[in-house]
């Protein structure tokens, strides 16, 4: 496994940008800024509520919770990793936020508060992580309260832009194998990045035990003309602590010196044009 990627905070600082150039990772964080405000909008917020960040990470929408409202509500940063938790701390020990915060170090398969205790369960990019998606989903469920709130933004990266759409055939020599690997792997029902869709999430929702839900999916277009450093960056960053880099997923296929020549060849073709990539992304509301 990568040792760039040694656990969560530096993953979220570091290791998640280390394939953008300064320009892609400025465009990046723009657009995380309008997730936020996107998520925040959704949940209707107001004052004296209870507000849970799971999967806090670095604390984007907890924190945008403390622009809006101070401390005017009551916030808890929750995270089944104690250094997204300490990252978090650090930052509000720096801002003049000191009460009606609380750190919570829990699983979101198993949320340490009491049934009916949140008016809001804030989430973003964290269902990806998780394996049993449908568990997840009955204990946010739980820790509301009648008429509370969960919104989220998650990624739906089974339905990414696959190299092998990137390529023309004769431009890897063996690409009908890639492409079917590729295929496997992007379809694993036993890996929390790719094993679900918008309408499986909806479903969750709905056998969890939530109404009115909305899984509202927006398709985000990228243009841009990759460098080889970039390609290089694409085959060896994991997508997360304890996942997998996109190499190391090939090489569970093929052997090193087959997977690259494929990376190899990856980069003359595509370091060559501009190339477009499509990723849908999921903004999701539902009531207890």
Same mark, same amino acid.
């Given at each position: 496994? /990568?040792?760039?990627?040694?656990?969560?905070?530096?993953?979220?600082?570091?290791?998640?940008? /280390?394939?953008?150039?300064?320009?892609q990772i400025q465009q990046t964080l723009?657009?995380? $800024?309008?997730? #936020? +405000?996107?998520?925040?909008? @959704?949940?209707?917020?107001?004052?004296?509520?209870?507000?849970?960040?799971?999967?806090?990470?670095?604390?984007?929408?907890?924190f945008g919770v403390l622009e809006r409202?101070?401390?005017?509500?009551?916030?808890? =940063?929750?995270?089944?990793?104690?250094?997204?938790?300490?990252?978090?701390?650090?930052?509000?020990?720096?801002?003049?936020?000191?009460?009606?915060?609380?750190?919570?170090?829990?699983?979101?398969?198993?949320?340490?508060?009491?049934?009916?205790?949140?008016?809001?369960?804030? $989430?973003?990019?964290? !269902?990806?992580?998780?394996?049993? #998606?449908?568990?997840?989903?009955?204990?946010?469920?739980?820790? !509301?309260?009648?008429?509370?709130?969960?919104c989220a933004f998650e990624p739906i990266?089974?339905?990414?832009?696959?190299?092998?759409?990137?390529?023309?055939?004769?431009?890897?020599?063996?690409?009908?194998?890639? %492409?079917?690997?590729?295929?496997?792997? @992007?379809? +694993?029902?036993?890996?929390?990045?790719?094993?679900?869709?918008?309408?499986?999430?909806? !479903?969750?929702?709905? @056998?969890?035990?939530?109404?009115?839900?909305?899984?509202?999916?927006?398709?985000?277009?990228?243009?841009?003309?990759?460098?080889?450093?970039?390609?290089?960056?694409? =085959?060896?960053?994991?997508?997360?602590?304890?996942?997998?880099?996109?190499?190391?997923?090939?090489?569970?296929?093929?052997?090193?010196?087959?997977?690259? %020549?494929?990376?190899?060849?990856? #980069?003359?073709? !595509?370091? %060559?044009?501009?190339?477009?990539?499509?990723?849908?992304?999921?903004?999701?509301?539902?009531?207890?």
């Amino acid at each position: 496994m /990568s040792d760039i990627c040694k656990n969560w905070s530096t993953w979220l600082k570091k290791t998640r940008f /280390s394939y953008m150039d300064e320009n892609q990772i400025q465009q990046t964080l723009n657009w995380l $800024t309008n997730i #936020k +405000n996107i998520v925040l909008d @959704m949940a209707d917020l107001k004052e004296n509520q209870k507000v849970a960040d799971f999967g806090c990470g670095s604390g984007l929408l907890g924190f945008g919770v403390l622009e809006r409202f101070e401390d005017k509500i009551e916030l808890i =940063f929750s995270d089944k990793f104690q250094d997204c938790l300490d990252e978090c701390e650090n930052i509000l020990n720096n801002s003049k936020i000191k009460s009606n915060v609380k750190f919570l170090k829990s699983d979101i398969l198993d949320i340490k508060l009491k049934n009916d205790f949140l008016d809001r369960a804030l $989430t973003r990019s964290v !269902l990806v992580h998780v394996l049993d #998606k449908q568990q997840a989903f009955s204990e946010l469920f739980r820790v !509301l309260k009648p008429n509370g709130m969960y919104c989220a933004f998650e990624p739906i990266i089974s339905q990414n832009t696959r190299y092998y759409e990137l390529l023309i055939p004769d431009e890897a020599s063996d690409y009908f194998d890639f %492409k079917k690997a590729e295929m496997e792997f @992007m379809t +694993n029902l036993n890996d929390p990045l790719v094993n679900f869709s918008a309408q499986s999430l909806d !479903l969750n929702m709905q @056998m969890a035990g939530f109404n009115n839900v909305v899984v509202n999916v927006q398709k985000v277009v990228s243009k841009y003309s990759p460098t080889i450093e970039t390609i290089e960056n694409w =085959f060896i960053t994991p997508p997360a602590p304890n996942q997998k880099t996109m190499k190391e997923r090939f090489m569970e296929y093929f052997d090193e010196n087959k997977v690259n %020549k494929y990376i190899e060849e990856v #980069k003359f073709a !595509l370091s %060559k044009r501009e190339i477009r990539v499509c990723s849908d992304t999921a903004l999701i509301r539902a009531i207890k």
